[in-house]
Structure formats: C-alpha cells, structure tokens
C-alpha cells in the first residue's frame, strides 16, 4: 500500500465548506514550508495530543503525503475540495508572520542595511518568500496584512524623530507600526527598487508600480515617492485585479436607481457621467457598468491610467504621460479603432472633454468619471471647462454621483435610544472590526437623467441649484436620501451619513 493509499484509508470524507469548520491553525501550517504546502496541496491543520490534523484534496500529492508522513507521527487526513483546500492554504500562510508590528521588531535589531538591501529574492508569490532580510520581510508582511486587510492605500512617512506606517481602510487612515527612522531610507529604497524606479534620485518625485501576487490573489500597487524635509515619503495604492466582485446590486445601487442606470447606458451614443471625489468608488463603478454590456456585438475599448481591472472581450489602453499618451491622444486613435462603447477613466482637460462630446454626438456611447461633488455640478463643471453649453446639452444623457458609506461591524453595533424617542445603531469597536466600529462599505448614489426640462435648463447655462430643483421635483433622490435605506436596515450610523453626504 503506498503513501496515498494509506491517506485514503484514513480518510474522513468530508463535503462541507472549509468555513463551517475550525480555522487551520497558523503553527501548526509552519511546521511545513508555503511552498511545499501549496505546490503539494497539503496542508497541517490542527496539532492535537494524539497527532497532527492533515487536510489534503484531490490534487494532493502522494510523495507531499509521504513526506509529512515520513517526519511526523501520528497523523489523521480529512478530504476537501480543492478550491476550499486552497483557500485554508492561504488562510493559514497569511497569518503565519503574524502582523507587521511583529515583524517591526526582529527588524529593529539589524543595523547592517546595506547587506539588507542588497539580498532581494524574486518570488512569485509573496507569501513564498522564506529570505531572512529583516527589511524585506518587513515589506512582504506589509503588503500581505494590507492585502488581507483590503487596505487601499500604505503611506510611509517620515517625521523628525520617527518613521510612520499607516494603511487607508474603508476610506479612513490608521496607524500600523512606527518603525526607527533610522530604517526609513531602507525601506523606501526597497520599496523603489520593487517599484522599478531610481534609488539614486532622491530631490525628485516618482511614480512607479509593482506587479505582485499575495496569497494567490493578483494584487497591482502603485508607487509614488515624495521628498519632503525630513526625508521622502511614498503612497503605495493596492488594485487588487479580480473582477469577479463587480457587480452594481452588490456594491450597493437600489433597485429602482440601477433600472434608470441600466437604461441610460443601453443607449446608442450620448455621455454617461459617474462624479465623486477620490476614493468614492467611480472607476469600479464604471467597470462594472461595462461588465453589464454585450461584449460580443459591440467593440468596447477604454482609455484609463491606470488599468485597474481586466476585463474580457473588452479594449483596454493605458496613459503614459510621460512618452505623451495622453488622455486625449489616446481617444483621437481608439476612435479610428471602430468603437461603440468608450471608457474615459477621467475627463481631466478641455481637449478630453470635446472630444468625449464630439465622439458621443457621432454614433459613440462614451462613459467617463468627473471629479464634481454632486450630479447637477457636473455640468456647471463641464461648461466652465469650455464645453459649449448647447453641445452639452445634445450630448449629456444622465449623471451619477456617490460616495461609499462604511458599514456597521456586525459583531459589536448597538443600538441605542436617542434624544428623540428613537432608536439607532451605533459604531461600538472590537477585535474583529480593529476598533474601529465599522467593517466595509457600500455606495450611495445620486443619479440625475437629463431629459427635455433639464436639457432646455443646460442650454440656458442655469445654475446648479436650478437644475437640481428641477430634478428632485421629477423624482430625483440626493445623495443623504438614499443614504437614509442604509439608516432604516441598520448597515450604517447617522454620523457616518452625515461625514460621508456633508451638505448633500
């Protein structure tokens, strides 16, 4: 009987999703290398009294099999499927290092930095790096706690005394780790030399970016460098490059918004508008606007800096300021490219905006995000860029504004009574949510359509509280309105409304 065999015969069959049982355990899976475990798909589980728990799947190994068996005693095997033995793999190897802060303090002890940095592995994958140099273990558990964390941004600060870490989580900032200052210089030269940019060059701002794998899962960061007076900082945006999330009834879009939205973008040509500030979300709505449309008739080419997804059956260009692909020259040549539906990831210029119009006015639906901070100041802002207002007015189709809203942590909300009789959820702070009372988001949308009164208001040049009056009287919800579904299901706090809408 060989190695498997004997597995097999051991075997628990088990069909039930690796989450309805107990969690693998982090010392337990480092009794054996990630590498080893992910390339044999095996995985040690639980170390009890009688032995070792071993999950294997049905693409496991037998020499894997033979191996753990050979180096340790006695072992009891459980079967899962293999998806979910993948997922308990990066489970388990995720939280192996334990946090950043951890790994901050074997770091504080080394003082040969340039040997340091000099020793740089290529990995594929991030959580398979076994090298030993402090500061690139420091970097590796950096992104790989910001990737579990889903951290959209890592600020690395240098102050006088001290050197900052801080990961943006659900729209807010918070402090990860203080490291010495004297380490600050060598991690951001880490950091640019990752990035592909030039360590020597330190009076300069870059920008770069660094294509890597955590945990299985393609993650996309861009890095930008900024010399200050105590040293240069960097702003490291984590895309993670999965599409499968993009979907409008999951982020967040109410039933009777998403069939006006789906309506203006099945339009032939015209101008569909997402506006917010950074961070809001735009740029994955629109993507997933375009994972709503037929692929297969139609050509769908986009102009975007950065691609932050891919998309199949879908044309994607990226800016390059820097060799002059700028947003505009890159639309002059996607229109010789016999396209029906343009992306523009961001009306920045006038050049931008009247070719966006020109190509919506010819036969093109065209899609492009605006930096405005609700719907009817979009077209205040298009017009003072220069866009002429009778052409806007041909053109516009509808516009979209939002915000995300975080939600309440599940585990640790409360309700309370108020002052008025009422009661309401509140933020409370627990392990799970790090405190912070919150765990999440979803968005909040204003969508405006411009029909025949709106138009006629557009071409007069009205003011944006007009045509804001003119749409709430046609059935419009402001951005705090449909914020309120959120306050009556218990998914957010009246403060959170209030930060996120502001005067909306």
Same mark, same amino acid.
């Given at each position: ?345 961001? &009306?920045?210029?006038?050049?931008? +905006?009247? !070719?966006?119009? =020109? #190509?919506?006015?010819?036969?093109? $639906?065209?899609? %492009? ?80 359509? &411009?029909?025949?009164?709106?138009? +006629?208001? !557009?071409?007069? =040049? #009205?003011?944006?509280?007009?045509? $804001?009056?003119? %749409? ?33």
């Amino acid at each position: 009987m060989n190695a498997l065999q004997a597995a097999e015969s051991t075997t628990h069959t088990h069909t039930q999703h690796t989450t309805t049982r107990e969690a693998p355990s982090p010392l337990a899976a480092r009794l054996v290398p990630y590498g080893f475990a992910k390339s044999g798909q095996i995985l040690i589980a639980q170390q009890h009294a009688d032995g070792l728990e071993v999950w294997i799947g049905e693409h496991t190994a037998s020499a894997a099999i033979a191996e753990v068996a050979r180096n340790f005693g006695a072992l009891r095997f459980v079967r899962l499927p293999a998806d979910d033995l993948t997922h308990a793999i990066n489970q388990a190897y995720a939280r192996q290092d334990g946090s950043a802060a951890q790994v901050v303090g074997e770091v504080e002890g080394e003082v040969d930095l340039s040997r340091l940095m000099q020793d740089i592995p290529e990995v594929e994958d991030l959580l398979e790096s076994e090298d030993d140099a402090p500061i690139i273990r420091m970097i590796n558990a950096l992104l790989t706690q910001a990737a579990r964390e889903q951290a959209s941004d890592i600020h690395i600060e240098p102050f006088e005394h001290a050197c900052v870490v801080r990961f943006r989580v659900d729209g807010t900032l918070r402090d990860v780790v203080r490291p010495k200052k004297a380490l600050h210089g060598a991690l951001i030269s880490r950091i640019k030399i990752m990035a592909q940019l030039d360590i020597a060059e330190k009076r300069l701002p870059q920008d770069g970016r660094i294509t890597l794998r955590v945990g299985g899962r393609p993650v996309d960061v861009r890095v930008s460098t900024l010399p200050t007076g105590h040293g240069e900082r960097a702003v490291l945006r984590l895309l993670e490059k999965d599409a499968q999330r993009l979907n409008l009834e999951t982020l967040g879009m109410a039933g009777d918004t998403l069939k006006q939205f789906d309506a203006l973008i099945a339009k032939p040509h015209g101008i569909v508008l997402v506006t917010g500030p950074t961070g809001s979300g735009k740029t994955t709505t629109l993507y997933a606007s375009m994972s709503r449309l037929e692929t297969a008739t139609t050509n769908i080419m986009t102009v975007e800096d950065p691609i932050e997804y891919d998309l199949a059956g879908i044309g994607q260009t990226q800016v390059n300021e820097r060799i002059g692909m700028t947003f505009a020259r890159a639309l002059r040549s996607i229109l010789r490219q016999d396209p029906d539906i343009i992306m523009i990831g961001e &009306i920045r210029d006038l050049e931008t +905006a009247q !070719i966006a119009v =020109q #190509a919506s006015l010819t036969g093109h $639906l065209v899609l %492009a995000t605006l930096h405005t901070n609700d719907a009817a100041s979009a077209v205040t802002r298009l017009t003072d860029m220069g866009v002429e207002p009778y052409l806007l007015a041909s053109s516009l189709l509808g516009v979209l504004a939002q915000r995300l809203v975080r939600q309440l942590c599940p585990a640790c909300r409360q309700m309370r009574a108020e002052a008025d009789g009422g009661q309401r959820w509140h933020p409370v702070g627990c392990e799970r949510c790090r405190q912070s009372g919150y765990a999440g988001r979803r968005g909040v949308y204003e969508l405006l359509p &411009i029909d025949e009164p709106i138009r +006629a208001l !557009i071409h007069r =040049q #009205a003011a944006d509280a007009e045509i $804001l009056t003119a %749409a709430r009287a046609q059935g419009m919800r402001t951005l705090r309105e449909d914020a309120a579904r959120y306050l009556d299901a218990g998914t957010t706090s009246l403060e959170e409304v209030l930060r996120v809408t502001g005067g909306a």
